[in-house]
């Protein structure tokens, strides 16, 4: 294996073994899903499944998972119940549904009306990879999803297939078509830019999201792989997207207040060829979710809950804990608020992929992948 200088592999190495339960925060611990750092959660990202219809190489492997036994899944009523924890004794303002892939899940229509009925001002979102959105973009927004992402990371046929090893572009192309007619904007779609294969694209991507409208965010690659496949090499980086953009496109930095976002935005001009100054009006944005290279633990507001109920405080953490388990041993709200707490005020000052020389302390890969984490 080669290294570079300032760009360590991620080790991998079995799990440690980990306490069931964490340990208690101290009692004078602030409100809320708060940790040691001063950092305080609020954004919540929920998991409704670990299963999905595609197999993107740098999330899942051409077989698939071995999917979570059905019981192991919240269900519908264990949603609600950890959602109205969250939000009404730990302070958290947003809900973002994901997966694997929310929509395979056959009752996602009824859990958002639910969610809906229980929190009417909750702002609700959901990452979708779009396929068969264009049939139940309509009812989603009936049942009160505030907004959506979609994740496009190619608009040729051949190039889309590769990378998510499925044949389905015209259907997310139609999901996100319908999503806006629905209302569900504004719609943002998430692109991941692989080495040789879709970031030559890059720009054509941002042109064509731009005349219709839809925030382009490019997120880095990171080593979330189930096949452990990253590499550090292979990475496009913020840097080198912002470079590829360039060739076409101006990008000025959006003033408006980052606000605890993962994605740095930039306002969007035309570069004449040949010029260095753009030409005409501010045409839109994009972001850059720079994850690997200009990490944002610092300002980081997530917390997440899996699809079998165990909370991450990092998608890069080691540690989990079982929300779902003491849910059904009969567990209260309160009891429920505590382990979460609890399980938070451990949160990583940082994940550590960003650390710069060979001798600092190398990243360690989650054994788990973005789909089994929900992203
Ligand atoms: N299936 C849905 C989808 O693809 O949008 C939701 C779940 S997916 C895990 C959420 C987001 O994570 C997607 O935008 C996907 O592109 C991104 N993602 C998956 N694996 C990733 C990786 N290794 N690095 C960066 N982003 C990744
Ligand atoms: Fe499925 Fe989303 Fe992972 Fe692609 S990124 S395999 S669509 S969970």
Known sequence: MS??????????????????????????????????????????????????????????????LEWLAKQAVMSAEEIM???????????????????????????????????????????????TNGVGLAKKAAALKAAGLTRINVSLDSLHEETFTKLTRRPFLDQVLAGVDAAWAAGLGPVKLNAVLMRGINDAESPQLLAWALERGYELRFIEQMPLDADHGWTRRNMITAAEIRELLSRDFVLSPDRRARDGAPAERFEVRRRPAGSAEPDGPVLGTVGIIASVTEPFCSDCRRTRITAEGKIMSCLFSREEFDLLGLLRSGAGDDELARRWQDAMWIKPKAHGMDHVGLDAPDFVQPDRSMSAIGG
């Open 81 to 127: 119940r950890i959602v109205r924890v969250g939000v009404e004794q730990l302070g958290v303002r947003e809900l973002r549904l994901t997966g694997g892939e929310p929509l395979v899940r056959h009752d996602l229509v009824d859990i958002i009306a639910a969610l809906r009925r229980n929190h009417p001002d909750l702002p609700i979102s959901m990452t």
């Open 3 to 64: 290294v570079q200088l300032g760009m360590p592999q991620p080790r991998q190495e079995a799990a440690p073994t980990l306490p069931a339960v964490p340990p208690s925060r101290p009692a004078d611990a602030p409100a809320g899903l708060t940790d040691r750092y001063g950092r305080r959660a609020t954004d919540m990202r929920l998991s409704l499944t670990d299963k999905c219809n595609l197999r993107c190489t740098y999330c899942m492997p051409a077989e698939g």
